[in-house]
Nanobody, 125 residues
């Protein structure tokens, strides 16, 4: 069983930065692909970023140059650094883990079999 706990969300003004963290239980963290997804009010959940165990990274076009994803194997934690935040980045951000894929950084949510409960990010103008 894998448990994911997100933290680091909050309220920030446009142009500001936040770093989300996702602490993961499970001894095989190093073999998981980890991802971040978000869901804005009234919208479907969308892919944000993913990182494989080998360091392959995939970012949504909408956040390239703005967000970065990284992982710390020693801490079993994945991070999402969000810079130059915009009001349209307001959403609940979810961390996800895949024990199905490991070398691929996938944007396909159906490949992720464990999900956190989400952390709210609110960006005001």
């Amino acid at each position: 069983q894998v448990q994911l706990v997100e933290s680091g969300g909050g309220s920030v003004q446009a142009g500001g930065s936040l770093r989300l963290s996702c602490a993961t239980s499970g001894r095989a963290f190093g073999s998981y692909t980890m991802g971040w997804f978000r869901q804005a009010p009234g919208k479907d959940r969308e892919f944000v970023a993913a990182i494989s165990w080998s360091g392959n990274i995939e970012l949504a076009d909408s956040v390239k140059g703005q967000f970065t994803i990284s992982r710390d194997g020693a801490k079993n934690t994945v991070y999402l650094q969000m810079n130059s935040l915009k009001t349209e980045d307001t959403a609940v951000y979810y961390c996800a883990a895949s024990t199905v894929i490991s070398t691929e950084a996938s944007s396909n949510p159906s490949l992720y079999n464990y999900w956190g409960r989400g952390t709210q990010v609110t960006v005001s103008s």
